[in-house]
């Protein structure tokens, strides 16, 4: 029994970590649902009694911190540090909230909010992107990426001008059609395979540039659903907040790790 649990632990989620198989159907259940569980209840029990108000100042706050693992999470497919559960997906996601936890918990007890949170997350991300910098190979893929995120946030933001959407969804949006961006460049022009259970297959049967109206469909879907699911704005705030990391994160990851691989 043991080691049939053990091996099932292996196979659906120690392995891929390290091997870059990525998502199945069995962990991303599983990391669906923590995820979901994690944004409710550090909600409920983090946010609310450090009395922090959702709204763009904790959006830019906890963005250094995202910048930070999301580049080490980089560093670590290209070869400049080593692999450790710490610093794989989905670890690095709670090595960089129990980091990030301190520094909220000091600027509500100190009346410094954001500055604290802002400040560690720029330092640590800084030492990373020094990593990042010094080991980059070619910095053709960013420029790819950057060209294909600006082309859609112009779309993006010009179709903003009806306000279609509460305004911080927007931060969510221009960070999952960043991730876009990226994912289609890796993909497309570089031969990367999807990570993601269903996308894998998505991408095989249309092709990369599939995202687009994909993701758009489900932030839409995602949006609404949340607006007639979570009443509460600051809580349905901290929701948006919550889908804003999850396309950050990757939007960051990916073109840095093809900065590390690519050209040398």
Do not use: C
């Amino acid at each position: 029994m043991l080691e049939s649990l053990v091996h099932f632990l292996h196979e659906y989620f120690i392995d891929p970590m390290y091997t870059r198989e990525g998502y199945n159907a069995v962990n991303t259940f599983v990391y669906a649902l923590l995820f979901g569980l994690g944004v409710i209840y550090s909600y409920k029990y983090i946010i609310k009694p450090l009395k922090i108000k959702v709204d763009e100042r904790l959006f830019w706050a906890v963005t250094p911190m995202v910048i930070f693992g999301s580049t080490v999470r980089a560093l670590v497919d290209g070869d400049v540090l080593e692999p450790h559960p710490l610093i794989l997906t989905p670890g690095i996601f709670f090595t960089a909230f129990l980091l990030i936890l301190p520094a909220l918990y000091a600027d509500s007890r100190l009346g410094s909010y954001p500055k604290v949170t802002v400040g560690w997350g720029t330092l640590l991300s800084l030492w990373a992107n020094y990593l990042l910098v010094t080991h980059a190979k070619s910095w053709e893929p960013y420029g790819w990426t950057l060209l294909h995120t600006a082309v859609s946030w112009a779309v993006v933001l010009l179709f903003y001008r009806f306000k279609p959407f509460e305004k911080l969804y927007l931060y969510s949006v221009l960070a999952h059609y960043f991730d876009m961006g990226s994912t289609v460049v890796a993909i497309h022009f570089y031969g990367y395979r999807e990570v993601h259970w269903i996308e894998n297959h998505l991408v095989q049967w249309f092709g990369a540039y599939f995202y687009y109206p994909w993701i758009t469909l489900i932030l839409i879907a995602v949006y609404y659903g949340l607006k007639y699911l979570v009443p509460d704005e600051e809580e349905r705030h901290y929701w948006y907040l919550a889908i804003y990391i999850l396309g950050l994160g990757p939007a960051i990851r990916d073109p840095a790790q093809m900065v590390l691989e690519i050209g040398g």
